[in-house]
C-alpha cells in the first residue's frame, strides 16, 4: 500500500512514493489525488464546485470557503477558494516535503567540471580534483603515504570549499599533520592558513 498525506486538514494521495521519487522526472511525479475525508476517507467537494446564491461582494470578501464530504457530511474551513487552488497548493506541498528527502545535489549554476591533477614518487602520492559536492563546488586534496597494504588511514583528504570559503579535513581518514606542517589555501575574499599546534603563527 501507498502512502496517505495531510494537507490543509485533509488527506491526500499521490501516484508516486518518496522512494520513487526521481528528481530527474519532478514534472511527472506528485499528482494531486484528493481531497479525502478524515472521517470516512470518501472524495470530498468544495463548495465552489455547487452554484451559490451569494452576491459578488460577499464572494469577494470570503476569507473561508467550506470542503465537505457529502458521505458523512464532515466540513472542513480552507482558505483557498476553488479545489483547484487548493490541489495546487497540495501538490506544491508534497513536492517540498520530497524535495527535502534527497541526500545528492546538483547544482545547475555551476558550469560542468569534473578536474583531475595527480603526481607521486616512490614513497608519496597526491591527487587534486575539483568537483560539486551538495552544490557547492569543492576541491578535495588526496595525500598519502605508498603502503603494499593502502587503508584510509594511510592517506589525507583535505576538502576546499570554494564557495564557502571553508578548508575541512576527514576525520575518517589520516590526520593531516602525521603528513604536513602547514596547509594553505588563499580564496577571494580570505586566506585559509592551518598550521601545527605550537607553530609561531595561528591558524
Given at each position: 500500500?501507498?502512502?496517505?498525506?495531510?494537507?490543509?486538514?485533509?488527506e491526500w494521495?499521490?501516484?508516486?512514493?518518496?522512494?520513487?521519487?526521481?528528481?530527474?522526472?519532478?514534472?511527472?511525479?506528485?499528482?494531486?489525488?484528493?481531497?479525502?475525508?478524515?472521517?470516512?476517507?470518501?472524495?470530498?467537494?468544495?463548495?465552489?464546485?455547487?452554484?451559490?446564491?451569494?452576491?459578488?461582494?460577499?464572494?469577494?470578501?470570503?476569507?473561508?470557503?467550506d470542503v465537505?464530504?457529502?458521505?458523512?457530511?464532515?466540513?472542513?474551513?480552507?482558505?483557498?477558494?476553488?479545489?483547484?487552488?487548493?490541489?495546487?497548493?497540495?501538490?506544491?506541498?508534497?513536492?517540498?516535503?520530497?524535495?527535502?528527502?534527497?541526500?545528492?545535489?546538483?547544482?545547475?549554476?555551476?558550469?560542468?567540471?569534473?578536474?583531475?591533477?595527480?603526481?607521486?614518487?616512490?614513497?608519496?602520492?597526491?591527487?587534486?580534483?575539483?568537483?560539486?559536492?551538495?552544490?557547492?563546488?569543492?576541491?578535495?586534496?588526496?595525500?598519502?603515504?605508498?603502503?603494499?597494504?593502502?587503508?584510509?588511514?594511510?592517506?589525507?583528504?583535505?576538502?576546499?570549499?570554494?564557495?564557502?570559503?571553508?578548508?575541512?579535513?576527514?576525520?575518517?581518514?589520516?590526520?593531516?599533520?602525521?603528513?604536513?606542517?602547514?596547509?594553505?589555501?588563499?580564496f577571494k575574499?580570505?586566506?585559509?592558513?592551518?598550521?601545527?599546534?605550537?607553530?609561531?603563527?595561528?591558524?
Amino acid at each position: 500500500m501507498g502512502k496517505k498525506y495531510i494537507f490543509d486538514k485533509l488527506e491526500w494521495l499521490f501516484d508516486c512514493s518518496e522512494r520513487n521519487f526521481d528528481i530527474e522526472h519532478l514534472q511527472y511525479f506528485g499528482h494531486a489525488n484528493g481531497p479525502f475525508c478524515p472521517r470516512c476517507h470518501k472524495l470530498m467537494s468544495h463548495e465552489s464546485e455547487f452554484p451559490s446564491d451569494d452576491s459578488f461582494e460577499v464572494k469577494k470578501t470570503k476569507k473561508e470557503y467550506d470542503v465537505f464530504c457529502q458521505s458523512c457530511d464532515l466540513r472542513v474551513k480552507t482558505k483557498f477558494e476553488n479545489i483547484n487552488s487548493l490541489k495546487y497548493e497540495a501538490h506544491s506541498a508534497y513536492h517540498a516535503k520530497a524535495l527535502g528527502l534527497i541526500d545528492e545535489v546538483i547544482s545547475l549554476d555551476l558550469p560542468p567540471t569534473k578536474l583531475k591533477v595527480a603526481d607521486s614518487d616512490e614513497n608519496y602520492f597526491m591527487r587534486v580534483e575539483l568537483t560539486q559536492k551538495e552544490g557547492r563546488l569543492v576541491g578535495v586534496v588526496y595525500i598519502g603515504e605508498k603502503l603494499k597494504k593502502q587503508t584510509s588511514k594511510d592517506k589525507v583528504q583535505i576538502f576546499v570549499d570554494i564557495d564557502q570559503q571553508q578548508v575541512r579535513f576527514d576525520a575518517n581518514n589520516k590526520n593531516p599533520w602525521l603528513l604536513l606542517s602547514k596547509f594553505e589555501c588563499e580564496f577571494k575574499n580570505v586566506t585559509s592558513k592551518v598550521k601545527l599546534k605550537g607553530d609561531d603563527e595561528n591558524s
